[in-house]
């Protein structure tokens, strides 16, 4: 199995940023993709951005392209989210995954709130 913790997450102004981690462990070695949804009450969660750990290879939902960086460390265990230029709408829980031979494994999210 593959343990998933998300941390960073907090309060910013719009405009601020914010830095966010997932870090995995456990059977970590075919981990092939990991990345960032959120969640917001009554929505459905959404794919913010995803990386594929062997080559680095990178998406991001329309929403944040431009304004929103994934990344992962030299030993592709964990990656990171860095927020710039954060707006109202970026509010929600944020949810790292990390995907293993057809298993989608979850942290238990981390909550970012953009507000004046």
């Known amino acids: 199995q593959v343990q998933v913790v998300e941390s960073g997450g907090g309060l910013a102004q719009p405009g601020g940023f914010l830095r966010l981690s997932c870090v995995a462990s456990?059977?970590?070695?075919?981990?092939?993709?990991m990345g960032w949804y959120r969640r917001t009450p009554g929505a459905k969660r959404e794919l913010v951005a995803s990386?594929?750990?062997?080559?680095?290879?990178?998406n991001y939902a329309d929403s944040v392209k431009g304004r929103f960086t994934i990344s992962r460390d030299s030993a592709k265990t964990s990656v990171y989210l860095e927020m710039n230029n954060l707006k109202p709408e970026d509010t929600a829980i944020y949810y790292c995954?990390?995907?293993?031979?057809?298993?989608?494994?979850w942290g238990r999210g981390t909550q970012v709130t953009v507000s004046s």
């Open positions: 456990g059977r970590v070695l075919l981990v092939n993709n």
């Open positions: 995954n990390a995907k293993s031979m057809g298993n989608v494994y």
């Open positions: 990386i594929f750990t062997a080559t680095g290879t990178a």
